[in-house]
Every structure is written in C-alpha cells, then in structure tokens.
C-alpha cells in the first residue's frame, strides 16, 4: 500500500481540523442567533427582515415573461383586492380537496390571520418596484396577473419555533408554468435571511407528485412518512403524506 507523505499528512489533519473549527463557529452562531427564542412570542419584532422589498427576474421556463415577486412583513401594505385574490385561491384549493389538509375555506379576518402570520412572498406577472401604481386594480384585474404566493413562519411553538413550515399556492388558472419551483427556489433564498434555522412541510400527500418532485429536485430530505394520514377529495382510499426537511442555515 502506497504510504502518504508526512506532509500531506498534516495537511490533511489542518483541513480537517479547519473544517471542524468552522463548522463548530456556525453551530455556536446559529444557536446564539435564536437562543433567546426571538420567533416564540409570534410578533417578529427582533427577528431578520428579507433584505428586498421586492425581487424582479424572469421565468425559467419562459425567459421573456417578467415577474416581480413582492416580500411582505406587514399586511396592511398589500392591497386590499390582492388580499382578496389570495383568499379565493387559498379557498379554490380547499375546496379542491387534493394537497391541503383544511376541509373548510377562510375568509376576512381568518384568512389573513392564518396566511400573514410572520412572512409573505407574492409573485405577480410584470416588472413593478412597489405597489404605488397597482392600487386601483380591480379583483379580477389582480386575479389576471397574480402567479403565486407563499407563507412562512415557525412550524412549531416556544422553544422550536425556530423551525419553519411553509404554504403555496398558484393561480389555478396558471398551472403548469413551473411556477411552483420558482415559488419554492425562492422560498429557499428568502427563510435563511429571516433567519429560521431548519424547515419542515409536515403533510405533502404522496398523490401530490407535482410537489413531491419540487421538493426532491430541490434537495430536500424525506424525513418522515405519516401512513393513511388523509381523506382526499376523488380517492376512494386513504392517502399517506410524505414529510420533508432541509437545514437553511
């Protein structure tokens, strides 16, 4: 057997000593940034804001078609016809029965109170910097351009809050665009800089394969398998749900 040579030897124990050194620094700095469980009392307001307001870019699948995706903090900026927008597709899928598990649709206070509880990413068709000049735009106006939107906020309570879960929805007029992989590669561009540490999608139904094949190609892990778990709309059997995680720190 070939023997290595007393230096690269030792440069292999100093790169693997560096190695230990930075990943021991990154596990003392992630547990010092949530430590004082700034996430537990649902308020946010000591934890990371996104550091864009809004993000514009193209479609992959279709590179001429702009798009500005808008990260939310507060409702109140959003406008009110949007908010309107959101609620009907979040009740369009609920009434759909295939990929959430709520059997009831939310409206008004409900709704914003489920969907805007920390952060909101909303994705709509065309190249804006605010909403300054969108403010008057009718529900089905806004039902034309809106594209999709996400959620994010802690996936459990206290001391684990630190952990997220996330929501999707996209126009259900506008399947079939990879929307929903855009919608989840910004999702994790966007959870790290609100500074949560691991996420978690507790329940997505394995006859959901649309999203199971997001997830997987977007290096997520299987972490759990939750059996017979669902009563979904067409299925004349119970369905079992896949539970996926991936750190983001």
Known sequence: ???KSPIINELSKSTTLQNIIAANMTTDSIY???KDLPYADGKFKTTPKVKDAVINFTLSKDPSKKVTLFNIHDYTIVPTNLIQVLENEYNEVVEEGLTYPYHETSHGEAFIKYWFTHFVAILIEGDYDSFDTLQDLSV????????????TKPNYAGRCSHVCNAGFIVNHR???L???????QKYLELAPQLGYVY???NLVFETNQASVKIWDSLGF???????????LK???KLVGAIMFGKDLQ
């Open 140 to 151: 089905d106006q806004w039902t034309d351009i809106f594209l999709g939107t996400f959620y």
């Open 1 to 3: 057997m070939e023997k």
């Open 32 to 34: 010092n940034s949530v």
């Open 221 to 231: 892990d299987r972490i759990g398998y939750v059996k017979n778990v669902a009563v």
């Open 199 to 201: 996420s978690v999608f």
């Open 178 to 184: 990879g929307l929903g992989k855009e919608l989840g």
């Open 234 to 236: 067409g299925h004349d």
């Open 174 to 176: 506008k399947r079939g």
